[in-house]
């Protein structure tokens, strides 16, 4: 049995890779081989729409599709992590903050015995 | 009335809101001993909202009773006043409520903010990402995320199920035992919990934007947790140089992101990163023992000064 997780991402896949909005039987037909219960399926779907993945339309019977695609998702996530706002810092520990090009070649000096490295009380703010 | 105890407390508050964090920014022995200057800076920050929102709270509550415990008891149980109740005493009490509700309020509405932002990133690694993409020998707590996407970048999102990302481009840039020095410094981040030591922090810089030792407590407590992670993973790591390992580490992760920083954000300056390379190429002796006592019983004094005034009945 795989887990919520693993069919959310299996779902997802699925709308991305599909052409346009699809109901939730032709989702169920197309991974017949995982043997999913509809009403599995309905609740994979509506766990992505809360989570703001999934919207469905008005038809009958509904057809969902992906709010945004893979790579938009991806770019909103780097963007997220990149950033530097307030709140952000203290929603995840990032291992080093974007520094410009300047800083970095003086980084750089810094490992190759240049400026400053001798002595920790060089490190002037 | 408690002259002399609202008077007391209104100092510290005075000494805590600006000599005291501008003295500690400024001062070298934190990078040191990262972890006994933590300490500090949350001592300072306890004991100075304790002591504003004390000293305005004795002043304002006085005319109720000679000692707060005492006053606060008669004012919450509406009994009558001792000694007739001024204008100042109403605003003294006034902004005691706002402020202490601005402050915890604030803290609360940051937390729940934070919260449902790691939510978010948690949910979006989860959809975008297959587990398993890390290297067999460093995916050991089965926790460990790759992320496809060139920028060197390494990542941990605290909470109840953390989560430790690393991207392609981090593990394209570096070799094994540079990788080993990241991943040891995201789980150091995650085993003390440093993402609370930084919250409220993040939260009072936000409630007190005109005070300029909010901002410079923020960035302290920045700072020192990554250099405390940074001592924690050595501890962690062989080879024959693990400082440098991990200074190569820091400098390839800041160098190769430098270019995507998006307009406008506030980048952080190579001063931090800087200094936390120095550390680790040329690292200074470790505090003596006494001095890290000192430092931990200067914070102990500062937590206990203004709970004593508030809670011993005033001398005077």
């Known amino acids: ?125 | 009335m408690l002259p002399a105890t609202a008077v007391a407390l209104g100092v510290l508050a005075a000494l805590l809101a600006w000599p005291v964090p501008a003295a500690l920014a400024r001062a070298r022995w934190p990078r040191r001993d990262p972890l006994a200057a933590l300490v500090c800076w949350q001592a300072i920050g306890l004991a100075g909202g304790l002591s504003i929102i004390g000293a305005l709270l004795v002043h304002g509550l006085a005319p109720w009773g000679h000692s707060l415990p005492e006053a606060w008891w008669h004012w919450v149980t509406w009994q009558p006043s001792t000694e007739p109740v001024r204008g100042d005493h109403w605003v003294a009490q006034t902004l005691a409520a706002v402020l202490a509700v601005e402050l915890l309020g604030v803290l609360a509405l940051s937390g729940v903010r934070t919260a449902r932002t790691r939510r978010r990133h948690r949910a979006l690694l989860e959809l975008l990402v297959r587990p398993g993409g890390v290297p067999a020998e460093r995916a050991s707590a089965g926790e460990t995320l790759l992320l496809d996407h060139p920028a060197p970048v390494a990542f941990c999102i605290p909470g109840a199920r953390p989560l430790l990302v690393l991207s392609s481009g981090m593990v394209a840039e570096l070799d094994g035992a540079q990788l080993d020095a990241v991943v040891a410094h995201e789980r150091a981040h995650l085993r003390e919990h440093h993402h609370l030591l930084l919250l409220p922090f993040v939260a009072w810089r936000a409630a007190l934007p005109v005070l300029p030792a909010a901002d410079r407590a923020h960035d302290g407590v920045r700072d020192l947790v990554e250099m405390r992670a940074d001592d924690v993973a050595l501890r962690s790591l062989s080879g024959p140089d693990p400082r440098r390992t991990l200074a190569v580490a820091i400098v390839a992760a800041a160098g190769g992101a430098g270019g995507q920083v998006p307009d406008g954000a506030l980048a952080v300056t190579g001063g931090p990163v800087a200094v936390r390379v120095r550390r680790l190429l040329a690292p200074a002796d470790p505090l003596p023992a006494r001095a890290r006592w000192a430092a931990l019983s200067s914070a102990v004094a500062l937590l206990l000064v203004p709970t004593l005034l508030l809670l011993l009945p005033a001398v005077v």
């Open chain 1, 1 to 125: 049995m795989a887990s919520l997780g693993e069919l959310e991402r299996t779902l997802m896949d699925r709308l991305w890779a599909a052409a346009g909005p699809v109901s939730a039987t032709e989702l169920q037909r197309e991974l017949a081989d995982r043997g999913l219960a509809l009403t599995t399926v309905h609740t994979v779907l509506s766990r992505l729409e809360q989570k703001g993945f999934v919207v469905h339309d008005d038809q009958r019977p509904r057809r969902f599709a992906p709010r945004a695609t893979r790579e938009a998702h991806a770019a909103e996530l780097m963007h997220e992590v990149l950033g530097q706002a307030g709140d952000r810092q203290a929603a995840l520990a990032r291992f080093v903050g974007s520094v410009d090009a300047e800083d970095a070649a003086m980084l750089r000096a810094l490992l190759a015995g240049g400026d400053g490295a001798g002595s920790d009380a060089a490190g002037a703010r």
